[in-house]
């Protein structure tokens, strides 16, 4: 059973606009949401990680929503640049027992110039 | 500073060989993961280190699966008599669990593993 999922499958978008994916979760016992970034041929790069008392969070072009009544995460990115191009993984995991993360299935997203 | 390494890179290995692959983590880091990433799906936990506690290997698909890790540091994937179906990429992760909790992980290249 997939415990976080993750959409769209893949993703395009022109250069300068907003890329949107979205993550859906049912165990409320999770506390910490990361996002990971991955270039082809590289292990995934935290990228921005959120936790349950904020319902939004911003680094630089790369903002979290957080919707804690309706068990949804997603993450923006303002302005993408080709550079973006990448796969994208939400993840979801309870933060004091360290090891399970629960990773989607990924989003990968394509900017055109 | 030296990040996750892990080796090989690529093994293409026949169905029924044995393979062992190494995950050498970040210095320091008592957390250690082991996930497979098959093509177009997420990360598929396989086995968590965490310091001389026991190992959760409530991930590892059969009992084909095995890891170890030597000293609290380098970590060996083994997986016997492989299948096609264990074509994927292996990843590894550490990360320094401050107060009990994991945040960070800190992954590797992976090393793509191809059964003919």
């Known amino acids: 059973q997939q415990q976080v999922k993750q959409s769209p499958q893949s993703l395009i978008v022109q250069k300068g606009g907003i890329s949107i994916i979205n993550c859906a979760y049912e165990n409320t016992a999770f506390d910490y949401f990361p996002w990971y970034q991955q270039f082809p041929g590289k292990g995934p790069a935290l990228l921005i990680a959120?936790?349950?008392?904020?319902s939004e969070k911003k680094e630089g072009r790369f903002t979290i929503s957080f919707n804690k009544s309706a068990k949804q995460f997603s993450l923006h990115i303002m302005d993408s640049q080709p550079g973006d191009s990448a796969t994208y993984f939400c993840?979801?995991?309870?933060?004091?027992?360290?090891?399970?993360?629960?990773f989607g299935t990924g989003t990968s997203l394509t900017v055109i110039p | 500073g030296a990040g996750v390494s892990q080796s090989p890179s690529n093994k293409v290995t026949e169905k029924g060989k044995d393979v062992e692959l190494r995950c050498d983590p970040i210095?320091?880091?008592?957390?250690l993961y082991w996930y497979r990433q098959s093509l177009g799906q997420g990360l598929e936990f396989l086995i968590y280190?965490?310091?001389?506690?026991?190992?959760?290997k409530s991930g590892l698909p059969s009992d084909r699966f095995s890891a170890e890790r030597t000293g609290g540091s380098v970590s060996t994937l083994t997986i016997q008599r492989t299948q096609q179906e264990d074509s994927a990429v292996y990843l590894c992760?550490?990360?320094?669990?401050?107060?009990?909790?994991?945040?960070?992980?800190?992954f590797g290249p992976g090393t793509r593993l191809t059964v003919t």
């Open positions: 210095s320091g880091h008592t957390a």
């Open positions: 992760a550490s990360s320094f669990p401050l107060r009990g909790f994991s945040y960070e992980q800190y």
């Open positions: 993840a979801a995991s309870i933060g004091n027992t360290g090891n399970q993360f629960y």
């Open positions: 280190f965490q310091g001389n506690s026991a190992p959760d």
């Open positions: 959120i936790r349950p008392d904020v």
